[in-house]
């Protein structure tokens, strides 16, 4: 073959028991330029002809012998010396790597050419099962990482061929065990390395592989070699002793008693002296990660203090046993002795590793929890240019029920520059409103130094019992103080899992950075747990405050902030409706960001009734995916509707080996009366047979609109687009294929994994998607000569159309389009510069929504799209993805160029 563009090397010493699956999840990826180098180590196992089956079917797998040292290193470095590609990707012969793997770490490092090599997230299977390695992602933290321990999940990396060809970096045969650590700190003096913060590999644990002996003394003797190296980077030189400890810490084999951990804890701090001295790793990083191995101790330190009291149940149940044998069996007495046992262990793991012991023995900071009765609020509003978010943000603020609450508002103004700002602030308001104007000149450009700021400004005005602030671009419900108070004063008081600090009335959708803890029940409403909130919106008791202290001023401030509460044991909480909305798209911060936000954070379940503005009109609409009532989701919600309607699949042959998946499903999870399953596509025998097979009607696709596929010219830069677009034509066709007054259309490579029903109560129910694509809706303007504000996206891979509407919506494109036939104009009105010009689901969507707005309901669409490869692992992806998602698409990606924009929602 050409010289491919990857190259993957996987070791193989006797795993014939997993060797078939391991080499299909290589076989399977999206990404298809690789060779892959299959290494045998000398198996005695049926292991080299399973291999020579597949490189008979397969030209990109070659079968080469360890030719150097025997042994994985040996192996390894066999594979690296005959690696023809630009990377070369690790892989090992008894894990699974997802589909999407090479494909996405590949694209990184393209995007990112500092970057010498980068590895990915694990999920692990097999013997031990339900965790996941979330290994660090920026370099700084891999780096410090590499301390204690590999920053980089060895059979998940993909390296730049150039480290080994120009700076000679091989595996070290010297090494039998951790040869991965010792190789990716040798790779860290020399580049930078990343992790992408998503599972897309598989590890494999079961008896013979040596990730699960990981306490034998060669690894222990090995990891001791590597680690004493980057010790004495930092000028120590430790003693049997100290490096004794630290090869128990990275290795997690904390052992001992009390002495060992105020031993160990002595050690870190060593660790810290010497980096402040010499600054070989960036200090916030190495302190992370110091402060990660601190809580092991406490935790084990927890664990001690259990088993110690779990000493006299031990000797209960051994006098218990002994009685027990002189009255029962010694077998049956045995087995009850055994379960007794086994409850009392995972009683002392579950308890060790909880937060609620943390709280029970009396870990962590002491905060209120309560407040003086007739308590009195300071509420500051950060202002700082943008006033047309700032006039929102205090038109809804003094929309505020103040029911019987004192509160003051300051409204403190960090030195803008626009006129206009100065005038809104100064606008007059409602007298029952407490306000006090603020003009500061410019502080520091962070967040930190301006909630700072204006807690200062509050502590001077009053003596508060409450304290909070919100940003500028923050929209308030009128009920969003009373219900905050009422609900979050009542988790202060009686929650007794975490130490709770600041709340907050805005619940963050960003569920991947602001990790939800847990959520919990108030008589008033629910609340959710988080190790991060968000800043658009903070309350303290000022008592706490003042505990906590104030904000650090740079850029990490809220990453700094969440780190000083994980080190003293507070979690922040929020009320699970969002009473407050976030809107700022443009954030004045990015002028120094080195990464700008590009879109706003959006809140969760946003609370029902009217906002005191008209939500619809403001951008970004985020806010509707949860402003809406979910009532056509979920099997809580799975009560049929009594719309019938025929199902519509447009296809063509590549779509056979999912369709069958596509079909059961609708079938499943679909809460209409069903009629018939049309398939729509070229009259094809193994279609045909599919519909024979699967009790479909087959519909020739060259019978639904007067267009052939062959009428239609859409090339853009040499991808020709003319069966996309026919395919779209055939749905707007689709009273052509059915008779009922409703159908439902939906991809070929889209599954449903949730029952649903697209109509409540006389209305259709219209899912709304991320994939926002300006040429859709500059589509929409140029084919109805008008725009549509705001733009929703409709692009949501299945729809219900409704007969008349969708002749209606024909017939006004031909009156738009000097009475040219339907298809034509949008044929006609197509960009011959974009790929993707036209969508018949975002047009329709957003014309229904224009016409007939009072006849829709919009909900959000929760789906997710993998790449086609994935059909292999469905059922690990609905495992993962299955409870919270409407649908998964398996899409095809065209190998011209474009590709499906893919949504990941956390």
Avoid at 93 to 111: G, M, N, V
Avoid at 269 to 289: G, H, I, W
Avoid at 578 to 604: C, D, M, Y
Wanted: aromatic share 12%; with cysteine.
């Amino acid at each position: 073959m050409e010289k491919p563009k990857v190259t993957v090397i996987m070791p193989v010493f006797n795993r014939e028991k997993y060797l078939k699956e391991s080499i299909e999840s290589i076989l399977n990826q999206t990404f298809s330029d690789f060779e892959f180098l299959i290494i045998d180590d000398g198996s005695t196992d049926n292991g080299e002809k399973i291999i020579k089956e597949y490189e008979k079917k397969d030209p990109r797998i070659r079968l080469l012998n360890n030719t150097k040292k025997k042994g994985i290193v040996g192996a390894l470095n066999t594979g690296i010396e005959q690696a023809k590609g630009d990377y070369i990707a690790r892989m090992d012969s008894d894990d699974i790597s997802l589909p999407e793997r090479i494909e996405k770490q590949i694209s990184f490092l393209e995007k990112n050419p500092e970057v010498g090599a980068c590895g990915t997230w694990v999920k692990v299977f097999g013997k031990h099962e339900n965790m996941i390695w979330n290994m660090p992602v920026d370099f700084e933290n891999i780096k410090s990482t590499m301390l204690f321990s590999t920053g980089v999940a060895n059979p998940t990396g993909v390296i730049r061929r150039r480290l080994f060809s120009e700076l000679k970096f091989w595996y070290d045969d010297n090494l039998i065990v951790a040869e991965d650590y010792d190789f990716w700190t040798r790779i860290a003096e020399a580049t930078k390395i990343a992790n992408l913060s998503e599972v897309l590999f598989l590890y494999r644990t079961h008896d013979s592989n040596i990730g699960v002996t990981s306490n034998n003394k060669e690894k222990v003797q090995c990891s001791k070699k590597v680690m004493l190296k980057q010790i004495e980077k930092m000028k120590i030189s430790p003693t049997d002793e100290e490096l004794d400890i630290h090869e128990k810490i990275g290795n997690s084999r904390i052992i001992g008693g009390k002495e060992f951990i105020r031993r160990a804890n002595a050690w870190l701090d060593k660790l810290s002296e010497a980096n402040k001295k010499t600054r070989r790793y960036e200090e916030k990083s190495f302190q992370k990660v110091i402060n990660q191995k601190r809580l092991q101790l406490q935790e084990y330190n927890l664990s001690l203090s259990v088993k110690e009291s779990g000493g006299l149940i031990k000797y209960a149940v051994n006098i218990a046993k002994r009685s027990l044998k002189t009255i029962l069996p010694q077998k049956i007495a045995d087995l009850l002795a055994q379960l007794v046992f086994r409850a009392q262990y995972r009683f002392d793991l579950l308890y060790s590793k909880t937060e609620r012991v943390r709280v029970w023995l009396g870990f962590g900071i002491k905060l209120s929890r309560e407040t003086e009765k007739n308590f009195k609020i300071g509420f500051a509003v950060l202002a700082h240019e943008r006033p047309e978010y700032l006039e929102i943000c205090l038109d809804t603020l003094f929309k505020t029920e103040l029911h019987n609450h004192d509160i003051t508002f300051l409204i403190n103004d960090d030195g803008s520059k626009n006129p206009r700002v100065e005038e809104i602030i100064n606008c007059e308001r409602d007298q029952k409103y407490k306000i006090i104007r603020n003009f500061t000149p410019k502080g520091p450009n962070c967040a930190g130094a301006a909630i700072n700021k204006a807690v200062k400004k509050l502590l001077e005005i009053d003596d508060f019992d409450i304290i909070g602030w919100c940003d500028p671009d923050a929209v308030f419900h009128p009920e969003w103080l009373e219900e905050t108070m009422k609900i979050c004063f009542w988790a202060k008081k009686n929650h007794k899992y975490h130490i709770l600090g600041p709340f907050s009335s805005f619940n963050s959708s960003d569920y991947k950075f602001h990790r939800i803890l847990g959520t919990y029940k108030s008589p008033f409403g629910n609340y959710i747990v988080k190790r991060q909130m968000g800043m658009l919106n903070y309350f303290y008791f000022k008592e706490d405050f003042l505990k906590l202290g104030f904000f650090p001023e740079n850029r990490d401030d809220e990453t700094l902030m969440t780190e000083k509460f994980e080190k003293l044991g507070v979690r922040n909480f929020c009320t699970e409706t969002s009473f407050i909305e976030h809107i700022g798209q443009k954030s004045v911060l990015n002028q120094w960001r080195s990464t700008p936000i590009a879109r706003a954070v959006h809140g969760v379940n946003l609370a029902k009734g009217s906002w005191g503005v008209d939500m619809e009109k403001i951008s970004p609409y985020g806010y509707y995916k949860y402003l809406k009532d979910n009532v056509g989701f979920g099997k809580e919600k799975s009560v049929k509707s009594d719309l019938e309607v025929d199902i519509i699949i447009p296809a063509i042959k590549k779509d056979l080996d999912i369709l069958p998946l596509t079909v059961e499903s609708v079938r499943k999870n679909l809460m209409h009366p069903i009629g018939d399953i049309y398939i729509v596509g070229p009259k094809l025998k193994e279609i045909e047979v599919f519909c024979r097979d699967h009790e479909c009607v087959f519909k020739d696709e060259d019978s639904v609109v007067p267009v052939r596929l062959k009428d239609i010219d859409y090339k853009v830069r040499g991808v020709d687009r003319s069966g996309w677009i026919f395919q779209q034509l055939l749905k707007l066709g689709a009273n052509k294929i059915s008779n009922k007054d409703h159908f439902y259309i939906i991809d070929a490579d889209t599954i449903l994994v949730q029952p649903q029903k697209f109509e409540d109560k006389g209305k259709i129910i219209f899912l709304a998607s991320d994939e926002y694509n300006i040429p859709y809706f500059e589509s929409f303007k140029r084919i109805f000569k008008s725009e549509i504000s705001p733009a929703f996206s409709f692009v949501a891979h299945q729809m219900l159309f409704s007969r008349d509407k969708l002749e209606e919506f024909r017939e006004e494109i031909e009156k738009k389009n000097e009475d040219k036939p339907w298809y034509q104009a949008i044929i006609d009105n197509l960009d011959p510069n974009e790929t993707s010009s036209f969508s018949e689901y975002e047009t329709y969507g957003n014309w229904m929504k224009k016409a007939y707005p009072e006849n829709i309901l919009i909900e959000y669409w929760f789906n997710k799209s993998l790449a086609k490869g994935a059909k292999k692992y469905l059922n690990y992806y609905l495992e993962r993805y299955g409870c919270n998602y409407r649908s998964v698409s398996l899409h095809s990606y065209n190998r011209g160029g474009w590709k499906m924009i893919r949504t990941f929602l956390k």
